[in-house]
């Protein structure tokens, strides 16, 4: 299955940003949000050990998941970066920044682009290098109105993303002004929590996604 067609196929798309998790965490931790219907993980690679975590996420995808699901590292800032977390099997790559050589490589590589933008102008570049979703960050600063008049001029097959700021009570706002998937952080998971409680955020966070499709 193509990248493209992955993305396409996830009925959930909310993207799970485990930031400082270690790999004796991340077994338990993927299990919990893949059975509380998250479809997508990032492990961004300034926590502790992050390729090791990365490569056991994939494996656990792989066994408890009858489709593919996307799985991968966040805060990647350059090529090498791109090229070690491809060798791990993951499939997605998100950025902080519109980095045109990264979000090339990712693509040539094929894996799932997010890049990070916040700028028209970060918008269409990442868009003409190729990204496949642009994660608007920080989302709550641009805001409604801001995510409203970016989803009138960019190209409507390129979905964004709502990372920073904006939690499940938000939803349907940022879905109604544009915004296709919500990448979540500290609302969802912080250092030391368990599986049973990333797994009881996790399921709130999902059925507010899902009633928020449907309002």
Partial sequence: MR???????????????????????IEDAVKALLEAGFEAIEIPLNSPDAIQSIKLAVGVASEHSTRPRLIGAGTVLTEDEVREVASTGANLIVSPNAGSGVIELTKELGMFSAPGVFTPSECISAIHAGADCLKVFPASNLGLAGFKAYRAVLPSHVPLCAVGGVGDEDFSAYMKAGAEAFGLGSSLYSVGMSAKEIGERASRMVDAYRQAMVQ
């Fill in 3 to 25: 990248i493209e067609e992955i993305w396409n196929s996830l009925d959930c798309k909310l993207i799970a940003i485990l930031r400082g998790i270690s790999p004796k965490e």
